[in-house]
């Protein structure tokens, strides 16, 4: 049995052929984070410096100190989910070390493409905190699901409220060859909204209908490999069949501990309402909602920072549908367009954009680095495992055994619930029973249940 555990521990599927090759890539990865970093604040301040500088220089320092801390705040949110999700399986999980493995996750996710190698990472961080690797596999597993699930309900609310307000943002212009052409913005943010809730709304509905399972494994994905669309038709089929079953898994844990999955639902709304509002503090700090004629500032709104919340939400469906690592440059171009007709004073919105996404990216990038660097539990993997693919590989690893405790709790919630109603019934029954026999006769049924009672021991 122990050669197996070092095969879930360092299973030989993961290994990469060619790390020299691989963690170049990831080279190439932070070069075009600080490139086109470099170029989107090139395109914000070549023809606004003067207008920008002035509203940078003369930003409330309050507010952009209070920005700080809300985004401070979304990780400690995040480093409590993971404590909580640790909880289950050990009491010595400390709060410290779950926001430790939030910023190694949040680092991660930045570097890679479509942010795909923060979770496998984050798992390897909870086996050298202590956790189980079956154990951690569970907890991204779960992380994944939920916290999915409270992106598209956020999402949904987001459309429903501003859905008069989709229609009104900017086309997004181009100009190629001196040809000018423009892409509504409703269109890409419908096209987000799609993706995103296609892919926990498939892996509900695959784990639910076996007709539906067999449909997506043969035939979606046999079509899409015939038109080239996928390379792998086999790897992908088996691929998706392998995060089913996970999700299967662990989806029957979270319905084992309801409490449990209301708070971390919770939670997750904190860190979805926290990230997304600092558009609007961001707004507010650099003077984007002043009157011209007092030249005040208006107050503080909450609707209005609900309002910056919903177009955050329609910003992450649009950047996340191209996969460039933490959306360099793409985040900044359509945070333009979905803030710009938001402010008072639409010239400071290139002011609020910098101090928006320095401190949501390049701040965070900063300090999750420095975690990553000298966090005494980070991963000791190579940075060549932190992908996708890794990912999937750690959950088929470990299916067995995760698959065992699962079926274990469920089963064992199962049975409390059925004996909990039992007792209630029972209780019931016998009150409805008190209420109407006579004396006499309930006396006689006494007799009858111990004449019973005898016969049957007998």
Not at 40 to 52: A, E, G, M, R, Y
Not at 323 to 337: D, H, N, R, T
Request: aromatic share 12%; with cysteine; hydrophobic share 45%.
């Amino acid at each position: 049995m122990e050669p197996k555990k070092e095969q879930i521990e360092q299973p030989e599927t993961e290994k990469p052929k060619k790390k020299s090759h691989e963690a170049l890539k990831y080279v190439l990865y932070l070069v075009v984070v600080l490139v086109a970093t470099g170029l989107s604040l090139f395109i914000s301040l070549k023809d606004n410096w003067t207008v920008t500088t002035n509203a940078i220089g003369s930003a409330d320092w309050k507010f952009v100190a209070l920005i700080i801390g809300i985004e401070t705040l979304s990780y400690v949110f995040e480093g409590l989910i993971i404590m909580v999700f640790a909880k289950l399986y050990t009491r010595d999980y400390k709060f410290h070390q779950g926001l430790a493995n939030s910023l190694i996750g949040a680092f991660y996710n930045d570097v890679t493409p479509a942010s795909t190698g923060g979770q496998v990472m984050q798992a390897y961080t909870l086996k050298k905190q202590g956790i189980q690797v079956s154990n951690a596999a569970s907890i991204m597993v779960m992380w994944f699901i939920l916290y999915q699930t409270s992106l598209c309900l956020f999402d949904i609310v987001a459309l429903i409220v501003e859905w008069n307000v989709i229609g009104g943002i900017e086309s997004i212009a181009f100009t190629i060859n001196g040809a000018s052409f423009s892409i509504p913005t409703w269109i890409l943010i419908t096209i987000g909204f799609i993706l995103n809730i296609s892919v926990i709304l498939m892996l509900y509905l695959m784990s639910f209908s076996h007709r539906i399972h067999n449909f997506i494994l043969h035939h979606v994905v046999g079509f899409l490999g015939k038109i080239r669309i996928l390379k792998n038709p086999d790897k992908t089929r088996e691929n998706l069949r392998v995060q089913v079953e996970n999700f299967k898994i662990e989806l029957r844990r979270l319905q084992s501990n309801v409490p449990v999955t209301i708070l971390i639902i919770i939670l997750f709304f904190g860190v979805l309402i926290s990230r997304y509002s600092i558009p609007y503090f961001s707004c507010y700090a650099v003077g984007g909602f002043m009157d011209p004629n007092t030249g005040i500032n208006a107050a503080f709104n909450l609707g209005d920072m609900f309002h910056a919340a919903f177009r955050t939400s329609f910003h992450q469906m649009v950047t996340g549908l191209i996969p460039i690592p933490g959306s360099a440059g793409v985040s900044e171009l359509f945070f333009y367009y979905m803030f710009h007709d938001f402010l008072i004073d639409g010239n400071k919105i290139y002011a609020a954009q910098i101090i928006w996404r320095t401190a949501t990216f390049h701040l965070v990038l900063l300090v999750s680095g420095l975690v990553c660097a000298f966090y005494r539990h980070r991963p000791k993997e190579d940075i060549t495992y932190a992908n996708r693919e890794t990912f999937v590989n750690l959950q088929f690893e470990t299916f067995t055994e995760r698959k065992l405790s699962s079926d274990t709790l469920y089963e064992t919630s199962q049975l409390s619930r059925k004996e909990i109603q039992r007792k209630l019934n029972e209780k019931m029954n016998a009150r409805k029973t008190k209420k109407t026999e006579s004396p006499k006769k309930k006396n006689k049924k006494e007799n009858d249940d111990e004449w019973d009672t005898i016969d049957i021991d007998s």
